[in-house]
């Protein structure tokens, strides 16, 4: 599996979904979609690009469901300052 940048590929999927959105495309959007389409099928190793466009919706997902179980919610105070005493009703 290549290592993917979900950064970059969240871009690209986020891109392709306000593409959508134009009514009536011009050739600039056209082209801008292509090229965003042949992006993402490089970065998820699939050559067609609606399949690839699907592959990357699930990567993404699948990321966001593992880093969010993943990372316990932790309340962090800025150094030097004490955390403010929890008050029983």
């Known amino acids: 599996m290549p290592l993917i940048n979900y950064v970059v590929l ?3 999927v ?3 979904d306000a593409l959508a959105d134009v009514g009536a495309p011009d050739a600039a ?3 801008r979609r ?3 389409l042949y992006t993402v099928c ?3 190793g699939v ?3 609606l399949q690839a466009l699907a592959r990357a919706r699930r990567l993404l997902a ?3 469901a593992s880093h969010t179980a993943a990372t316990p919610a932790v309340r962090v105070e800025p150094a ?3 955390p403010e005493p929890v008050v029983a009703a």
């Open 42 to 44: 490089v970065y998820t």
């Open 62 to 64: 699948r990321r966001s």
């Open 29 to 31: 959007v056209r082209r």
């Open 47 to 49: 050559r067609d690009p």
């Open 34 to 36: 292509e090229d965003a």
């Open 14 to 16: 986020a891109e392709l």
């Open 10 to 12: 969240s871009a690209l």
């Open 80 to 82: 030097g300052v004490a």
